[in-house]
Nanobody, 121 residues
């Protein structure tokens, strides 16, 4: 099994920045896509950003130009740099990874426990 540990959430004023990190550990042979989702109170979980093993990125329109996703393949870690934060970015942020434990196995998806990001003055 794979464990994901997230860090970096907190309270920040509008216009501020935060950097989220998510480290994957366990019986991992390889990881393809890694990503971040978020869920605000009363809303469905939504995609924030994803990154492939080759470095191709995808962002929600609402965060383009403000958020940057990156990964360290050697450390099985994904980061989300969030700049120019807005109150509407307030949510619980979840990381996920698509991984497999051996070359003959299908990929599985694991989720982190979530980290709270609050943007408020």
């Amino acid at each position: 099994q794979v464990q994901l540990v997230e860090s970096g959430g907190g309270l920040v004023q509008p216009g501020g920045s935060l950097r989220l990190s998510c480290a994957a550990s366990g019986s991992i042979f390889s990881i393809t896509a890694m990503g971040w989702y978020r869920q605000a109170p009363g809303k469905e979980r939504e995609l924030v950003a994803t990154i492939t093993s080759g470095g191709t990125t995808n962002y929600a329109d609402s965060v383009k130009g403000r958020f940057t996703i990156s990964r360290d393949n050697a450390k099985n870690t994904v980061h989300l740099q969030m700049n120019s934060l807005k109150p509407e970015d307030t949510a619980v942020y979840y990381c996920n990874v698509d991984w497999r434990g051996a070359p003959y196995m299908a990929y599985d998806r694991s989720w982190g426990q979530g980290t709270q990001v609050t943007v408020s003055s």
